[in-house]
């Protein structure tokens, strides 16, 4: 899944505007303009469209760890992961949003996808265990969607 649909439906869930999106960047050390956030939530035949790059996407989805959890200043800060794949992403909205397993499951049951204990643990093991697996566009794509009506109603 391209990051750039990643941070319109995290804009769509969070109903926040541009600048809001700059300002949760932001949170987590990196400066991005919001004439730069603006091309990247452009739908990919509008004109102005730019790729959102990796840094960027690590950097929001940091940045909304802080926003939602608050920022910790007894740990030192996490070094960012790059590149960034779709469990990335969902590790980091898990812990964003405070996720428990069975919160995982509901949020994919309300999507109408609804994945085994067994194969939702393998998406968040670290990439070489022998269980890993990787998470695919479908199942990302459908996790956010269930989010969005767990959190948007």
Do not use: W
């Not at 469209?49 to 960027?56: A, H, K, M, Q």
């Not at 939702?120 to 969607?145: E, I, T």
């Amino acid at each position: 899944m391209i990051h750039n649909d990643v941070l319109r439906s995290l804009r769509y869930l969070l109903d926040v505007n541009d600048a809001k999106l700059t300002d949760i960047i932001k949170l987590s050390g990196f400066d991005v303009a919001t004439d730069d956030i603006v091309s990247y939530l452009k739908k990919e035949d509008e004109e102005g469209f730019v790729r959102c790059p990796d840094e960027v996407i690590a950097h929001f989805l940091d940045g909304l760890v802080i926003f939602k959890r608050g920022k910790d200043d007894s740990r030192p800060a996490q070094p960012v992961e790059l590149p960034v794949t779709n469990n990335i992403i969902m590790k980091k909205l898990r812990v964003a949003f405070e996720l428990k397993e069975d919160d995982l499951h509901a949020i994919l049951k309300a999507a109408d996808f609804p994945v085994s204990k067994p194969e939702l643990s393998a998406l968040f093991r670290k990439v070489g265990h022998n269980n890993y697996r990787p998470c695919g566009d479908q199942l990302l794509r459908n996790f956010l969607k269930g989010l969005t009506l767990r959190v948007r109603g």
